[in-house]
């Protein structure tokens, strides 16, 4: 099985290796730039031309957005734009035209309704400050040396690295795995490169094939499993809160940079902030280790994983709990599950965002109106059942792979429940015949042929 891997090393750069780096993003930042104004300049123009009542065939002929068309642009001005354009590699100035016709066609199709999610805004420009250094090479010499501490990247030659490169090298002199591109960048004032490798991965099966697990994510807690495992949630971020506050109140004592006026951030104000940066940049790194870890063990254990699909974006709203739903990485939980069940052998199912897998009793299947995020415990009214709501929510995702005969690409919605329940204060829902009595709960066709769950409201 081939699969797309990507291995990422930290780099012990030297200075002169810096600036070579830094060089190429700036490199890579002004491609982009250049062409983008470019691009604008295009737009402005025969936006200005229309107002005049110049019919379409006459107007000043469109730039074609496409990578190929974006670099025939540049590579015919660029010896007046960048005379110095000879002292960097060909993949740096590639790298910025490939982000902005990525953008471009992230943008078009948003607005035309082909791209879901958030609407995508018009690229814009790169400044020195605000961007991330990062550079891409896809051709050229790209190897890792056989001492394994060291790569070899073009026009910046031999690198050295903070960790051993083992693991991919052990891959590469097997044959079983192929570099297709290399990406420098910084993250939290430390450099990285991190390898795109087609692997030629071995077949896999979990160690349990026929269990299935049940993953209800929270705060209190990171996971409960419907074993009744519980896993802690580490709060990474609340427990670097202290000395996060005290370096950002460090930093805002120093000179920092002000673009009104032209001045440039103190010495002092730039060691702040690196500071500041790795203190960050620590927090992600223990979650990501303490998500991986998790994943891998569940994937390689459970032959079924079944999670819910939460509207994550949704409950980022809630300024009382934004900060710990995203220090708990309930979308990376789910990210990382998706492709290691593929690894492994097993299988990933999802509950639809609107299955109540919290207020369905794991015991009878009844099913509660309304259940408030302060209530711990679930107590059933009707069969007597009492136990933790996490573990309850956790049996009925458990639960729900046993009603699936076929696992689709999209979300499964669970028990009929494939839409949310609109019910506003003591608005009647119309009785169908044959269906439940007043104050019972039935289930009525849905407008896609499923069943929807409902409650039977007396007039």
Not at 118 to 134: C, D, I, N, Y
Not at 408 to 433: C, E, N, Y
Request: glycine fraction near 8%; charge should be positive.
């Amino acid at each position: 099985m081939k699969t797309i891997q990507a291995y990422r090393f930290a780099l012990d750069l030297t200075r002169t290796q810096e600036r070579a780096v830094l060089g190429h993003a700036g490199a890579a930042r002004k491609a982009h730039n250049w062409v983008l104004a470019r691009v604008k300049a295009v737009m402005d123009q025969r936006a200005a031309e229309r107002t005049y009542g110049i019919p379409d065939e006459q107007l000043t002929p469109s730039l074609s957005w496409s990578l190929p068309a974006l670099r025939r642009v540049w590579n015919t001005a660029k010896p007046e734009v960048a005379p110095w354009w000879a002292d960097y590699s060909k993949e740096a100035y590639n790298t910025g035209l490939d982000n902005l016709a990525r953008g471009l066609k992230n943008w078009s199709d948003s607005r035309a309704g082909k791209r879901a999610g958030r609407p995508v805004g018009f690229p814009r420009f790169k400044g020195r400050h605000r961007t991330t250094p990062s550079v891409r090479f896809t051709t050229g010499t790209i190897r890792v040396e056989p001492d394994r501490k060291h790569v070899v990247l073009p026009r910046l030659g031999r690198l050295k690295l903070h960790e051993s490169a083992r693991k991919l090298a052990r891959r590469l002199d097997a044959g079983t795995a192929r570099i297709m591109s290399a990406t420098v960048r910084r993250d939290g004032g430390r450099w990285h490169v991190a390898f795109c490798v087609e692997v030629d991965r071995a077949v896999r099966t979990p160690a349990r094939p026929d269990s299935v697990v049940g993953v209800d994510v929270g705060i209190k807690a990171l996971a409960v499993l419907s074993t009744g495992e519980i896993v802690a949630n580490p709060r990474h971020l609340n427990a670097a809160q202290r000395q996060l506050r005290a370096l950002g109140r460090s930093l805002s004592r120093k000179v920092g940079p002000d673009r009104r006026i032209c001045r440039d951030a103190s010495k002092r104000w730039q060691r702040a902030s690196k500071r500041l940066s790795r203190a960050h940049a620590r927090v992600a790194n223990l979650r990501r280790d303490g998500l991986h870890k998790l994943t891998t063990r569940l994937t390689r254990e459970h032959g079924t994983i079944v999670v819910e699909d939460l509207n994550v974006t949704g409950m980022l709203a809630n300024r009382r709990l934004a900060r710990h739903i995203a220090d708990a990485g309930f979308a990376e939980i789910r990210r990382q599950l998706a492709y290691k069940t593929s690894w492994n052998g097993g299988r990933l199912l999802t509950a639809g965002r609107w299955y109540p897998s919290s207020k369905t009793c794991s015991g009878c299947g009844a099913v509660k109106t309304k259940l408030a995020l302060s209530e711990r415990e679930y107590e059933c009214q009707t069969c007597g059942l009492t136990l933790d709501r996490d573990l309850n929510a956790a049996r009925n995702l458990a639960a729900l792979a046993a009603e699936i005969t076929t696992a689709g690409s999209g979300p499964v919605a669970g028990r009929g429940a494939d839409r949310k329940t609109r019910i506003r204060g003591q608005v009647a829902v119309k009785r169908l015949p044959g269906t439940a009595a007043a104050g019972q709960t039935g289930t009525v066709p849905s407008q896609g042929g499923t069943a929807s769950r409902v409650l039977i409201k007396a007039h």
